[in-house]
T-cell receptor, first 115, second 114 residues
Framework: NAGVMQNPRHLVRRRGQEARLRCSPMKGHSHVYWYRQLPEEGLKFMVYLQKENIIDESGMPKERFSAEFPKEGPSILRIQQVVRGDSAAYFC?????????????FGPGTRLTVL | GDSVTQMEGPVTLSEEAFLTINCTYTATGYPSLFWYVQYPGEGLQLLLKATKADDKGSNKGFEATYRKETTSFHLEKGSVQVSDSAVYFCALSDPDTGRRALTFGSGTRLQVQP
């Protein structure tokens, strides 16, 4: 049973470009979470999605960031007009969603570098 | 809001030494508590968890006890190995608030020397 898949693992963008990060949850999981880890810091929650719905986006910056989890295909975290401060590791996690305190399984992360 | 505070690192130990990494939390409800481990260049792996007061989570020789009276969830291991070198994150989820997101501490880097 494959774990959470993220791609690309490493992404380099120049300031002003767009970054698209993909996450495929574990088989059977319908809930996806995105977290951001700045260098030498802990993970900060960004957004929580179920299929075709954003449930909690309280951690998302108000501008330039968006996320989706379509009926078919992976979840996408999109960052428009990237700036140097967006450089970070972005982790996706998934859970079955069958109870309120179920475990989240993390992917290997996408390390975004903005030049 | 919810928060997690854990001791700053790095923690440097010799092999077979005793490990304690402190973690305290603030939460509005009755949270579930977790320890995650992150090896270099990898994602987070769940190490252990506890979902109610006085529960003890354990895995791979690591233990942590959910102490509601002191709002703590300290990680311990009796004898560390070089392979335990990693960053350890304490985290909580607070289902009573309806939020499923995890709140993480800032992480503690452990370095075990042979």
């Amino acid at each position: 049973n494959a774990g959470v898949m993220q791609n690309p693992r490493h992404l380099v963008r120049r300031r002003g470009q767009e970054a698209r990060l993909r996450c495929s949850p574990m088989k059977g999981h319908s809930h996806v979470y995105w977290y951001r880890q700045l260098p030498e810091e802990g993970l900060k929650f960004m957004v929580y999605l179920q299929k075709e719905n954003i449930i909690d986006e309280s951690g998302m910056p108000k501008e330039r960031f968006s996320a989706e989890f379509p009926k078919e295909g992976p979840s996408i975290l999109r960052i428009q007009q990237v700036v140097r401060g967006d450089s970070a590791a972005y982790f996706c996690a998934s859970s079955p969603g069958t109870s309120g305190s179920d475990e989240q399984f993390f992917g290997p992360g996408t390390r975004l570098t903005v030049l | 809001g919810d928060s997690v505070t854990q001791m700053e690192g790095p923690v440097t130990l010799s092999e077979e030494a005793f490990l304690t990494i402190n973690c305290t939390y603030t939460a509005t409800g009755y949270p579930s508590l977790f320890w995650y481990v992150q090896y270099p260049g990898e994602g987070l792996q769940l190490l252990l968890k506890a979902t109610k007061a006085d529960d003890k989570g354990s895995n791979k020789g690591f233990e942590a006890t959910y102490r509601k009276e002191t709002t703590s969830f300290h990680l311990e291991k009796g004898s560390v190995q070089v392979s335990d070198s990693a960053v350890y994150f304490c985290a909580l989820s607070d289902p009573d608030t309806g939020r499923r997101a995890l709140t993480f501490g800032s992480g503690t880097r452990l370095q075990v020397q042979p």
